[in-house]
């Protein structure tokens, strides 16, 4: 007993050191875990808006298009001979099955910025459908480009890149040829300023 009472120290000190080495241990591994999860979020963030981005992007081509078929807007020989109302449903539907990773994985801000920019393609849709909208082509294209930009400028805010502080640098650099002819009949020649239209529900999509 005598020979334990005197061995106590030492074993508590080894004990305590073994203690202090597993906490310090353990502590490292969970920042690190806490590290890699969070790069694997933000990797898989950036991919949600570049996906995002061009089935976005692939739905706008079929809207100018369509327009173009319409006679609305200028013709683009570059995109597909040909397109039908039902290539827009389908882009549609690509968009917002993207748009669910954003919504998953998107800050609030960039959600909002998504959400105002696919509001303005609506408009789009409605006009390169023979539908009538709140705003002419032209307007409805560079309200467009602003959103566009927009989402660009805080997702690159967002992901730590350094804007470029080039006025219109995120611009839609076809929206000047885009607009050069006015909106189909009926499409009312609003300020672009003015608050967005409810264009459709609002559900799942948006």
């Known amino acids: ?69 319409r006679d609305v807007g200028v013709e683009l020989n570059f995109l597909a ?8 449903a389908a882009a549609e539907e690509e ?10 994985f998107g800050s609030d801000e960039a959600i909002a910025a998504g ?14 459908t023979g539908q009538e909208a709140d705003l002419s082509w032209d307007l409805a294209i560079k309200a467009t480009s602003r959103a566009r930009g927009e989402f660009y400028r805080v997702v690159k805010r967002e992901i730590g890149m350094k804007e470029t502080g080039t006025p219109g640098a995120y611009d839609w650099q076809l929206s000047t040829f885009l607009g050069k002819l006015p909106g189909p009949a009926g499409a009312k020649g609003l300020p672009a300023h003015e608050a967005p239209p409810k264009l459709r529900p609002s559900g799942d999509g948006a």
């Open 1 to 69: 007993m005598q020979n334990f009472m005197e061995q106590l120290p030492a074993l508590i000190g080894v004990l305590l050191g073994a203690v202090g080495t597993y906490s310090v241990t353990a502590l490292t591994e969970r920042k690190r875990w806490k590290r890699q999860l969070a790069t694997r979020w933000d990797e898989r963030r950036v991919i949600a808006y570049m996906e995002y981005a061009h089935a976005v992007k692939k739905t706008i081509s079929i809207c100018v298009k369509l327009a173009a078929q």
């Open 81 to 88: 001979p040909e397109y039908a109302e039902s290539d827009l």
């Open 95 to 104: 968009r917002t099955i993207s748009w669910e990773a954003v919504l998953l």
């Open 115 to 128: 959400r105002r920019w696919h509001e303005a393609v609506f408009r789009l849709e409605l006009i390169a």
